[in-house]
């Protein structure tokens, strides 16, 4: 089943513990991204991927980093997480992301807590 | 830079009825896609429809149709025999050439029973 898999899906930490937060996906997508959905705010790109070893900001890059190091993978790592980035996360891939037609996929969202 | 306006925070629909949730768009751009996502109360972004800036029929996938008004830069979605299952929350979003996609702040849909 073509799908972008996200682990966790569930996460209560505490500040300054480092995390990271897996995404993968199985359609051979060019292009992955990281969004954030807060209440009243919507969704926001974090980081996006158009190839492996290419990676760029998005709109709130600020507390994050990224590597791309093979097609499938994209993790999302927080090196000290703070309480402001408790937010529902989602990973999300496309064919080629340069193309405007290309649908975005998503994963099923990872829900992060940070006390 | 890109815009998506969702004007309605809440919809109600009585089960069977036809809905169509309002998305307007503003872009520079000649060249774009416009999309459609639900998102259920489980938390999913559920990908429902898409349209192209040079598509010039409506896109419609099942239940679900895109109301393309280019003139007016407006994408509205319209659920006919509208489902208990059809409550949730529903963003329109856009994107073109490499600009991330921008999502609108979202409908929650209501069907009542």
């Known amino acids: 089943e073509a799908q972008v898999t996200q682990n966790p899906r569930y996460l209560i930490t505490v500040t300054g513990k480092k995390l990271t937060v897996t995404c993968s996906q199985n359609m051979n997508h060019e292009y992955m991204s990281w969004y954030r959905q807060d209440p009243g705010l919507g969704l926001r790109q974090i980081y996006y991927s158009m190839n492996v070893e290419v990676t760029d900001k998005g709109d709130v890059p600020e507390g994050y980093k990224v590597s791309r190091k093979e097609k499938r993978n994209f993790p999302l790592i927080l090196e000290s997480p703070s309480p402001n980035q408790t937010s529902l996360y989602f990973c999300?891939?496309?064919?080629?992301?340069?193309?405007?037609?290309?649908?975005?996929?998503f994963g099923p969202g990872t829900r992060l807590t940070v006390l | 830079a890109q815009k998506i306006t969702q004007t309605q925070p809440g919809m109600f629909v009585q089960e069977k009825e036809a809905v169509t949730l309002d998305c307007t768009y503003d872009t520079s751009d000649q060249s774009y896609g416009l999309f459609w996502y639900k998102q259920p109360s489980s938390g999913e972004m559920i990908f429902l429809i898409y349209?192209?800036?040079?598509?010039?029929q409506n896109a419609t996938e099942g239940r679900y149709s895109l109301n393309f008004q280019k003139a007016r830069k407006s994408a509205n979605l319209v659920i006919s025999a509208s489902q208990l299952g059809d409550s949730a929350m529903y963003f329109c979003?856009?994107?073109?050439?490499?600009?991330?996609?921008?999502f609108g702040k979202g409908t929650r849909l209501s069907v009542i029973a």
């Open positions: 349209q192209g800036s040079y598509d010039e």
């Open positions: 979003a856009m994107n073109s050439g490499n600009t991330p996609l921008v």
């Open positions: 999300a891939s496309s064919l080629a992301g340069a193309v405007s037609t290309d649908t975005q996929y």
